[in-house]
């Protein structure tokens, strides 16, 4: 029987110290390990190529997402970086027409060397999607709930047309997390994290994984991670598996919040747009309900009044606190168009819908009043 997310979360490599029997898996630091002799590979000898605390990591995440294995890299862009070095050159890749920036950013720049070939796409759009399709890509990146309009598309569909024409499917599921969602289960043959934003949750690091639906493509990964240089360090995996114990019970409180933000804004006349799962009338709500186990931490929103109202909202916020990340236990408020999306141009960003005004709030663990009160204060400001 599978286990719980949150048995997962706290049991990890608990006990499994071959040393002093610690009950908390121990950072191990060095870079080298000792040979019994010159033929016989020990399992660990060199921290670029294996590690414990990755692996301790990975297992976990493994287990969280349904993966046969995966590596864990230095940072998220390292881990989508890794899954583009699994296509043969000259690749075409069908992305989300509103994909996070530095997504954008990496396949733009990979496509002007010549590298692979980039396909960005309304991927709500059927008909938009299967011509793509025609296109023979060898690979569709999914992003769902996308980042920032947390636009949702119904992975189990788009992977397996997917298939169906040739192509491998990757999600970048950052945003729902694993605790909320699957894609694996639902067809995907990757699954990519930034494990920096919620899966550590304290915002002092950075990280990312890529996952495998297969035991072959998990060691292809691993070729590739250890052949690049693209492994994590130990002291980072080792922090980060302590930041996920606690990650269910994070996602559950600024999941609450959030849903009580998303229907505070949206009923408030000065807020123009709310862009959340949980909303009832939200484009694809009824897909997220189908395959996520809940609309998630993460929303964005437009006051009215333009760029200046927006401008004047967030200098009177008080609590929440002006950055770019996401994921973490403190809420955060960003403007995508000039923080984590300004690697896109304007008219880009004007076809994903990305508009100059446009404000994302990536929701903590503060008490939902408190949050409240201060977005009331910064309403008070447009």
Known sequence: MDRKAATIAASAGVGTDPGHKSLTPPLVASDTFVWNDPDTKPDYDYARTVQPNRDALA??????????????????????????????????????????????RLLQGLEGKGLLRAIFV????????????????????????SNPLLRVVDIADRAGRARAAGALTIADNTLATPVRQQPLKLGCDYVLHSTTKAINGHSDLFGGILLCAEAASAEQVHWWANA??????????????????????????????????????????RVAAVHYPGLDGFPGADIA?????????MLSFRVRGGLEAAGRFVA???????????????TLICRPATMTHRGM?????????IDPDLLRLSVGIEDADDLIADLERGLAAV
């Open 59 to 104: 297992d976990a995440l493994a287990e969280l997402e349904g993966a046969a294995g995966g590596a864990v890299t230095g940072s998220g862009q390292s881990a989508a970086l890794l899954a583009l070095l699994q296509l043969p050159g000259g690749a075409t890749v069908i992305a989300p027409h509103d994909c996070y920036g530095g997504t954008y």
């Open 228 to 269: 690049a240089g693209l492994n994590g360090s130990a002291h980072d995996a080792h922090a980060t598996l302590r930041g996920l114990r606690t990650l269910p019970l994070r996602v559950a409180q600024a999941e609450a919040s959030a849903g009580r933000i998303a229907h505070f804004l949206a009923e408030d006349e």
């Open 345 to 353: 141009p304007p008219e880009a960003q004007a076809e994903a819908g």
């Open 316 to 330: 009177a916020l008080r609590l929440v606190k002006l950055a770019s990340s996401l994921g973490g236990f403190s």
């Open 122 to 145: 309304d991927q709500g759009d059927d008909a938009a999607y299967a011509k793509a399709l025609e296109r023979e890509p060898a690979l569709v990146w999914l992003e769902t709930p």
């Open 289 to 297: 309900a189908r395959q996520q186990s809940g609309p998630g931490f």
